[in-house]
């Protein structure tokens, strides 16, 4: 369950909060930053890693820590910015965004970034990945959870029809999806993203994706013996 890193993690002693994340993204520029897709995720990641996550620089290779996986990770932007404003990653990692020799891809490379569990991109991978680390989280005795993050232009994707079904009937009650809500899904329509999870057997809950404390709200209330699924509701345009 725990993925070797290529860069060692060390705690950093300067301080950013929720305020800096804005000029943090702002350091890495670039043609291909995929800048609306980064927005659309910021204070869903950042709720995570601030409120929720039982992870940190010193804990990210420990097999008890909780996991994050970014399924949505063409816009990777915002998950640097936060990794850096949380001590995985440093501003001078920022500023090389793209670079032929950085360590930060246009998607994100679990065997060079610092606290990245998958290494993602491709849509409709990342919830498959999650059910069956949670399987193996139930298998193992795993003391952790996982948290998955998608977009709902991925759940026209078929892989993800299999993997929300088997969650369900396995009732992995360690795993928590957060659906990106923005309207984009060319399948999709109004609360058809809780009813699909929910006929499957997940208890959904509806969060405004830019308000931070009804996102915290949202994990909190989770439901015990069922999967989860957080639908952040974030406007309606493509960001």
């Known amino acids: 369950m725990v993925h070797a890193q290529h860069t060692t993690l060390t705690q950093r002693t300067t301080t950013y909060n929720y305020d800096d994340l ?15 897709a980064a927005n659309s995720t910021l204070d869903v990641i950042w709720t995570l890693y601030d409120r929720i996550l039982n992870v940190n620089p010193s804990t990210a ?3 008890r820590r909780d996991l994050f996986y970014l399924s949505k990770g063409h816009g990777p932007m915002s998950f640097y910015a936060v990794l850096a404003a949380k001590g995985f990653l440093s501003t001078d990692d920022l500023s090389t965004f793209g ?7 246009h998607h994100p490379d679990r065997m060079l970034v610092p606290g990245v569990d998958i290494s993602s991109g491709s849509l409709g991978h990342g919830l ?8 193996a989280m139930s298998i193992d005795g795993y003391d952790g959870d996982i948290y998955c993050l998608i977009g709902d232009g991925e759940l026209d994707e078929g892989s993800n029809s299999e993997a929300i079904a088997l969650a369900g009937r396995f009732g992995l009650s360690r795993l ?5 809500d923005n309207n984009s899904s060319l399948h999709g329509w109004p609360g ?3 009813s699909r999870f929910e006929v499957e057997g997940w208890s959904a809950t509806v969060v405004d994706g830019r308000d931070l404390d009804d996102i915290e709200r949202g994990f909190r209330e989770r439901t015990t013996g069922t999967p989860n699924v957080l639908v952040a509701q974030v406007g309606n345009r493509y960001v």
């Open 22 to 36: 804005a000029r943090l993204i702002q350091i890495m520029t670039g043609d291909e930053r995929h800048s609306e």
């Open 61 to 63: 290779d420990s097999p």
């Open 99 to 105: 670079g032929r020799d950085s360590i930060l891809g």
């Open 128 to 135: 498959a990945l999650s059910v069956g680390a949670a399987l």
């Open 176 to 180: 928590t999806v957060i659906v990106i």
């Open 192 to 194: 058809g993203i809780t």
